[in-house]
């Protein structure tokens, strides 16, 4: 968290077991959380339905889920430096 981190959630088949508790640690220290598909074949790839169901499934609440998906990559991609997107 001191050093601004975001915890990874992978949305990719085979990884979801360990969504809940991942989700359940980054909440316990406070820190932020991106969601990605992991993907290797285009049937990896993300709908906004399904990464909020995965959100969810997760252990977050809706505002979370939102947050997750819409602010924590554009606050991601300011941190790397990439202010256009």
């Given at each position: 968290v001191?050093s ?30 991106v969601l990605?598909?992991?993907a ?35 606050e ?10």
């Amino acid at each position: 968290v001191r050093s601004g981190l975001f915890i990874e959630g992978a949305a990719r088949r085979g990884h979801g077991t360990a969504k809940g508790h991942v989700v359940k640690t980054a909440k316990a220290a406070g820190a932020r959380m991106v969601l990605d598909s992991d993907a290797h074949e285009p049937g990896d790839l993300l709908t906004r339905e399904f990464a909020m169901s995965v959100a969810q499934g997760s252990g977050m609440d809706q505002e979370e889920a939102i947050s997750l998906l819409d602010a924590a990559p554009l606050e991601l991609l300011k941190k790397v430096g990439i202010q256009r997107y």
